[in-house]
């Protein structure tokens, strides 16, 4: 009798024990195989950026970005979400003032960007670039031409206030006017607009190999490159060895994110000397975008001479350095300067 009970004791022991076996790898297989699928999902879902060619979730590297129109006027800046950038052109428009364009691709936090202005036609041409959408609150006449035949999807603060903008209240319009992710969203879904690249697009940059970087040996110094050519805001970059990074200023101080009260910061420069005329005598400017032309690349402290070419009209710009070969540009952020041809010598470096 004692050696039954035995028996059936160490029965339901052994089934304890294999129970309590069964159990653990019950519990630790799955954690394992979903934290494989989690770690190869990561890994399908990163690319590299067109704008930045840095590495970014698929959602947002796949996704068509948006060129903003920002005003830079004092009244205009500093501007809001305009560190999330990945790109930003600066050209003159009338009044010897520029006017900002912020492409971004990274913008889902953002609840407030702007403020922002109106469109010149040169910008489209720039957006254009990028297969972006383009977003303004109105335009100069000689914008119209483009934006009421559609050649490039755009949002118009003019008829979608209230849609894809809206007023704050501690500026004076015109310099009221802002979007955020949301207001964007609900524009670009009014309008119909896809959010995908075209199938054909390719992206825009090259950008330097993994695991190496541009530095322009043989170039000249760039420290400190100012751009009096604007005589408005009078702005000028900064190199900081330490990030290797270019600190942005204009109106005799550091220029900041209204946001984040950072200082804006970029990896690379283009300056693109580009040919223009006058529209009128109100000082609106027909500033060629298409022909070609000089321009320096300045990055890492360095400057080199380069050139400019484009695809076609509503194509991609592309830069070739003193060897025929199409720049590097490193990974990270990218200002594009447009300095007119009779300006070129107000540009200094340090």
Sequence with gaps: MKRRILAIITGVLTLCMTGSVFAQAAEEEP????????????RQTMVKSYLTGESVPEAVGRRRPVAVMLGNNREGAPQSGISKAGVIYEAPVEGDMTRLMGIFEDYN???????????R??????ASEFNAIYAHFGQAVYALQ????????????????GTAYFRTSYRKPPHNAYTSFEYLQRGIESMGYSQQYKEDYQGHYLFADEGTQTTLDNGSAASVVRLDNFGDNHPWFEYDEASGKYKRFQ???AQIDETTQEQLTCDNIILQYSSYQPYDANGYLNIDTNSGGQGKFITRGKAVDIRWEKDSPWGVTHYYDANEQEIKLNPGKTWVEIIQNDRIDAVTYQ
């Design 31 to 42: 954690v394992s195989m979903v934290a494989n699928t989690e770690e190869d999902a990561n």
């Design 109 to 119: 936090s953002l609840e407030r960007i702007g403020s922002v202005r109106s469109c």
């Design 121 to 126: 036609d040169y910008y489209l041409f720039y």
């Design 146 to 161: 483009y934006l009421d035949q559609h050649v490039i999807d755009n949002l118009n603060g003019l008829s979608m206030e």
């Design 251 to 253: 109106y005799g101080e």
